[in-house]
């Protein structure tokens, strides 16, 4: 579930974020980007740890 922020409050701006697993399943790097009106820039990384 997502619990952060929201970019809906944003309508004229788009977003969108690439999710990568690690080989082991135990991480997730996520790079979010949203658009302005000249093209795709960087918004956020994050690193996701798996807790057991």
Known sequence: MWT???L???PSLASR????F???G????ISWEW???DGW???CDRTAYRIT
């Open 4 to 6: 952060g922020p929201s």
């Open 8 to 10: 809906r409050c944003l």
């Open 17 to 20: 974020a690439t999710i990568v």
């Open 22 to 24: 690690s080989g082991d």
């Open 26 to 29: 135990n991480t997730q790097r």
């Open 35 to 37: 658009r302005p009106e």
């Open 41 to 43: 820039l960087p918004l």
